[in-house]
T-cell receptor
Framework: ETGVTQSPTHLIKTRGQQVTLRCSSQ?????VSWYQQALGQGPQFIFQ???????GRGNFPPRFSGLQFPNYSSELNVNALELDDSALYLC?????????????FGPGTRLTVT | AQSVTQPDIHITVSEGASLELRCNYS??????LFWYVQSPGQGLQLLLK??????LVQGIKGFEAEFKRSQSSFNLRKPSVHWSDAAEYFC??????????FGAGTRLTVKP
C-alpha cells in the first residue's frame, strides 16, 4: 500500500512569485488536508478538500488556494509569496467512511522564500 | 475554539528510563485526540488515537496514552525509552471532521 506522497521535496522561490505543491493521497482516502509547519512549531491547518470541494479552512488568506482531483490527488497553490511563507507544507489524507478521523501525513515539501 | 498545550518544549531522558509527555486540550465537547511523532525532515507518523471508550489507549512502538476528562489531559507514556524514540512529539485535537489543532510539540532527547 502506497502512503501519502508529496512533490517536490524542496523548493526555493522569490518573494512575489507563485508556487504549486502536489500531493497524492493514500489509496482509499477521499479527504485531503494541507498544513503549514513553520520552524519549531506545530502544523497549522490551512484547508481541507472532500469530493473536490473545500469544506474547511483555517486562518490563512485567499492567496492560499487548492484543488482536489477525481483521483483524490491535490494541489496547494500560494500566490504572491511572502518571506513568512517559508515552511514545511504537509499534506494529510483521511480514510473514507464514517468514524474515521485520523489523518495520515506525507513527508512534506520544504518551501524557502527569499 | 479548540486548542492544545504541550507544556514541555524539550525533555531529556536516559535510554531505558520511562517517559511521560504532557498534553492539555481545550474543547467543549468530547474531543478526538491524537499523538504524532516527527523525525527530523520527515512527516508526521500517527502513534495513537482516542475517540471514545477505554480511556487508556495503546499505540505503536510501545506507546500508550491516557485520556482524563477531569484534567483535560491526554498524556503519552512509554515504560522504557529506546534511542530511536528521539524525535518531536505532537499532541493534536480534532474537534470536527475538517480541522485538527496541534500543540507546539515536545522535543525528546535520549541519553545513552
Amino acid at each position: 500500500e502506497t502512503g501519502v506522497t508529496q512533490s517536490p521535496t524542496h523548493l526555493i522561490k522569490t518573494r512575489g512569485q507563485q508556487v504549486t505543491l502536489r500531493c497524492s493521497s493514500q489509496s482509499g482516502h477521499n479527504t485531503v488536508s494541507w498544513y503549514q509547519q513553520a520552524l519549531g512549531q506545530g502544523p497549522q491547518f490551512i484547508f481541507q478538500y472532500y469530493r473536490e470541494e473545500e469544506n474547511g479552512r483555517g486562518n490563512f488568506p485567499p492567496r492560499f488556494s487548492g484543488l482536489q482531483f477525481p483521483n483524490y490527488s491535490s494541489e496547494l497553490n500560494v500566490n504572491a509569496l511572502e518571506l513568512d511563507d517559508s515552511a514545511l507544507y504537509l499534506c494529510a489524507s483521511r480514510p473514507a467512511g464514517a468514524g474515521t478521523y485520523e489523518q495520515y501525513f506525507g513527508p512534506g515539501t520544504r518551501l524557502t522564500v527569499t | 475554539a479548540q486548542s492544545v498545550t504541550q507544556p514541555d518544549i524539550h525533555i531529556t531522558v536516559s535510554e531505558g528510563a520511562s517517559l511521560e509527555l504532557r498534553c492539555n486540550y481545550s474543547y467543549g465537547a468530547t474531543p478526538y485526540l491524537f499523538w504524532y511523532v516527527q523525525s527530523p525532515g520527515q512527516g508526521l507518523q500517527l502513534l495513537l488515537k482516542y475517540f471514545s471508550g477505554d480511556t487508556l489507549v495503546q499505540g505503536i512502538k510501545g506507546f500508550e496514552a491516557e485520556f482524563k476528562r477531569s484534567q483535560s489531559s491526554f498524556n503519552l507514556r512509554k515504560p522504557s525509552v529506546h534511542w530511536s524514540d528521539a524525535a518531536e512529539y505532537f499532541c493534536a485535537v480534532g474537534a470536527s471532521n475538517n480541522d485538527m489543532r496541534f500543540g507546539a510539540g515536545t522535543r525528546l532527547t535520549v541519553k545513552p
